[in-house]
């Protein structure tokens, strides 16, 4: 199939950590990628995995790639108000590099 | 990092006109960008992949006769939605990818808000 999938709706206390899940079904996928669109704006790249790692870590983000189970991870550490948006998950494959989208993951913080 | 800028980021038309879309990157050059269409809490959906100096390719669904898509230059990329109606309400977003990021990075444009009345 040509999905990417993950889960709708994430609730979490500020200050503890978040972790939103993603599963796709390319094993071709070149990179996989998250992106953060806050309410009424674009999306803003946060970070991305080439697929021969595991982990990359940016500050608060920690990215985990299972390369055998086709699963994804983001976790932002210290979750912050301005946290609050959507995260979807991205992989890029194909010839021309075609970057497919999951659904998205809404993120709310509980204060 | 790398800027896309789209033009218009809100439009209102009336059904049956037509409507431009830029999609420009500022800083860089791309040979490729995307055109996506973001319905109502759900995802992205890829329309086509603009390809400068050639046909865009459209992805299975997409009507190439009324979402014609013009890449004229390594900066800029255009989406005219023909003969619009309501149901083309939607948001629609471009990327573009650096050359020098050999496809790695993918920037997005503000998106244009498109409302058909």
């Known amino acids: 199939g040509e999905d990417v999938e993950q889960s709708l709706f994430l609730s979490v206390r500020e200050g503890d950590s978040s972790v939103i899940n993603c599963t796709y079904t390319?094993?071709?996928?070149?990179?996989l990628y998250w992106y953060k669109q806050e309410p009424g704006a674009g999306l803003q790249l946060l970070t991305y995995?080439?697929?021969?790692?595991d982990m990359k870590q940016d500050q608060r983000l920690t990215v985990l790639l299972n390369k055998k189970d086709k699963h994804l991870s983001l976790r932002i550490a210290d979750t912050q108000t301005g946290d609050s948006a959507i995260y979807f998950c991205?992989?890029?494959?194909?010839?021309?590099?075609?970057?497919?989208f999951g659904k998205g993951t809404r993120l709310h913080i509980l204060p | 990092g790398a800027v896309v800028s789209q033009h218009p980021s809100r439009v209102i038309c009336k059904s049956g006109t037509s409507v431009k879309i830029e999609c420009r990157s500022l800083?860089?050059?791309?040979?490729?960008m995307f055109w996506y269409r973001q319905f109502p809490k759900k995802s992205l959906m890829l329309m086509a992949t603009?390809?400068?100096?050639?046909?865009?390719?459209?992805e299975q669904g997409v009507e190439k006769d009324k979402f014609l898509i013009n890449h004229a230059s390594l900066t800029l990329s255009t989406l005219t939605v023909t003969s619009a109606h309501p149901e083309d309400s939607s948001f629609y977003i471009c990327?573009?990818?650096?050359?020098?990021?050999?496809?790695?990075?993918?920037?997005f444009g503000q998106g244009t808000r498109l409302t058909v009345v």
């Open positions: 991205a992989e890029r494959r194909g010839r021309d590099d075609k970057i497919i």
């Open positions: 995995i080439f697929s021969n790692m």
């Open positions: 800083d860089f050059q791309a040979t490729t």
């Open positions: 603009s390809n400068e100096g050639s046909k865009a390719t459209y």
């Open positions: 390319d094993s071709s996928s070149t990179y």
């Open positions: 990327s573009a990818s650096p050359i020098w990021t050999k496809n790695t990075e993918a920037f």
